[in-house]
Nanobody, 122 residues
Framework: QVQLVESGGGLVQPGGSLRLSCAASGSIFSGYAMGWYRQAPGKQRILVAAMASGGTTTYADFVKGRFTISRDNAKNTVYLQMNSLTPEDTAIYYC????????????????WGQGTQVTVSS
């Protein structure tokens, strides 16, 4: 089964930038849709950005123009470049790998990283 290892979170001042990385194990990575979600205390986990295996991207309205998702299939890694950060971006960010659509897979082929804390504060 795939494992996702995240890095890049931390403390940043408003207006600053961070780049999150998510390294996926196994050869299944290339066919999976990859996404970034976030969850703030007391709130639901919401989609931030996603990229299908073919490269199609989806962004939440609140990050359009500020965040960019990308993936490097050769490195089995997906990235989230976050610019112009605000305190409202403070949350735990989770990497997701969704392979439920692939032949032979099931509803269980949906994996999550451990989460990485992003704190935007002065």
């Amino acid at each position: 089964q795939v494992q996702l290892v995240e890095s890049g979170g931390g403390l940043v001042q408003p207006g600053g930038s961070l780049r999150l990385s998510c390294a996926a194990s196994g050869s299944i990575f290339s066919g999976y849709a990859m996404g970034w979600y976030r969850q703030a205390p007391g709130k639901q986990r919401i989609l931030v950005a996603a990229m299908a295996s073919g490269g199609t991207t989806t962004y939440a309205d609140f990050v359009k123009g500020r965040f960019t998702i990308s993936r490097d299939n050769a490195k089995n890694t997906v990235y989230l470049q976050m610019n112009s950060l605000t305190p409202e971006d403070t949350a735990i960010y989770y990497c997701n790998a969704d392979g439920r659509h692939l032949p032979g897979n099931s509803y269980r082929d949906d994996y999550w990283g451990q989460g990485t804390q992003v704190t935007v504060s002065s």
